[in-house]
């Protein structure tokens, strides 16, 4: 019996993946490596998960039709899907619009094809994002939203495959529960993102750009935390038939200003800061609205960013040898 997690070398689906294995959970982890941020973090992540029993990993790309049936012979029976994979990035959707439609709405298209030829119902959970409220002015965000402005063609994909997961619910009665992620960071995460680049440029004496001027604000939410709800929705899946949408993000927002405050006494140097415009595609604010969360899985987030961001320079300095 397997759970299936693809992503499993990115950022979520690796801690995911360790925490099932931790609880003594046979996990095959798919992942096609993509070169869009250093396969090299990809590859070491992959090997922490390989010298635990009960992980396999496939190479292959969820976005391809024929990953299906590859998925299928490799996990034989599928007691659990959780879709973390994904081409992430508001910016980089600009510039691989195609690859952003192939793994974020195909690779979705796949854990529903698995989950419908199954045999049984199993659970399935999948990654969505804050992206998908876009140019919504409403605050704190909520999942009953419309969620139909998206900024970015990111924003639209996930929100894409959002859709179409409902229409298998309606179509195929395949329960799924889409966790929309709201600035996710901690140990292991993702060079692209502002924790890394922050903390890169701390120990490097580089200039940091705060966008919008430093005027925005973000639900930043610990990897822990993010990784639980996952579980938690694993362990209270949909039911058949039934498409829910829950946010994970933490209960308040941060200013980036703030952010980049508690990195410099964890690094313990100064930032030299230029503030700048904010990318068209970017939103201001992610505030997310997790009463609906709260009452369907019992999930609240504990990781205040006074807590997270130290355990991730943490990791950054033993990572990088500093």
Not at 91 to 106: K, L, M, W, Y
Not at 254 to 273: F, S
Request: proline share 5%.
């Amino acid at each position: 019996m397997t759970i299936v997690v693809t992503g499993a070398a990115g950022f979520v689906g690796f801690h995911l993946s360790a925490a099932l294995l931790k609880r003594g959970e046979t996990v095959l982890g798919v992942d096609n490596f993509d070169p869009y941020y250093s396969v090299e973090l990809k590859r070491a992540r992959a090997a922490e998960l390989a010298r635990q029993p009960g992980f396999r990993l496939i190479e292959a790309d969820i976005g391809q039709a024929d990953t299906v049936k590859l998925i299928q012979d490799a996990a034989g029976e599928i007691t659990g899907i959780a879709n973390m994979a994904a081409n992430p990035g508001v910016r980089a959707s600009d510039d691989r619009p195609f690859d952003f439609i192939a793994s974020n709405i195909g690779g979705e298209l796949c854990a529903l094809e698995l989950a419908r030829h199954a045999g049984r119902p199993v659970p399935l959970v999948y990654a969505s994002t804050s992206a998908v409220y876009g140019a919504s002015e409403e605050m704190p965000f909520s999942p009953n939203d419309r969620a139909d402005r998206p900024k970015s063609l990111y924003g639209a994909t996930k929100r894409a495959a959002e859709l179409i997961s409902l229409s298998y619910a309606s179509r195929f009665g395949i329960g799924s529960t889409a966790l929309r992620f709201f600035t996710v960071y901690g140990p292991w995460g993702r060079p692209d993102m502002a924790t890394w680049k922050f903390t890169k440029a701390l120990f490097e004496g580089e200039k940091i750009e705060l966008y919008n001027f430093g005027r925005m604000t973000r639900g930043f939410t610990y990897v822990e935390d993010t990784v639980q709800a996952v579980l938690l929705a694993l362990e209270k899946p949909a039911a058949p038939g039934e498409h829910r949408t829950l946010n994970v993000g933490s209960a308040g927002a941060e200013t980036l200003e703030r952010y980049l405050a508690v990195l410099e006494r964890a690094v313990g140097r100064q930032a030299e800061v230029e503030r700048v415009a904010a990318h068209p595609a970017e939103m201001f604010d992610t505030v997310a609205d997790i009463s609906e969360t709260e009452r369907v899985l019992g999930w609240r987030p504990t990781t205040t960013i006074d807590v997270g961001l130290p355990k991730f320079v943490e990791w950054y300095r033993a990572f990088h040898k500093l």
